[in-house]
């Protein structure tokens, strides 16, 4: 598995951007596991919850 992944993340609440940043892939901790992402979208609701919320969103995505 490789050391980093990209991650879809706000940079500041209210800014209602999106930007990719590289970071190190986690380490699951007991009772926990880590799934490859193959592909992540956007949710309709995500624009309005960017809009006031500094808060990343992962709820749509499709893994191994």
């Given at each position: 598995m490789p050391d980093l992944s990209q991650q879809g993340r706000r940079p500041a609440a209210g800014s209602g951007r999106l930007e990719v940043a590289e970071v190190p892939v986690p380490e699951p901790g007991a009772g926990e596991v880590l799934v490859r992402v193959r592909a992540c979208g956007?949710?309709?609701?995500?624009?309005?919850?960017a809009a006031h919320y500094h808060s990343d969103c992962h709820h749509v995505f499709c893994a191994d």
């Open positions: 956007i949710c309709g609701t995500d624009p309005k919850i």
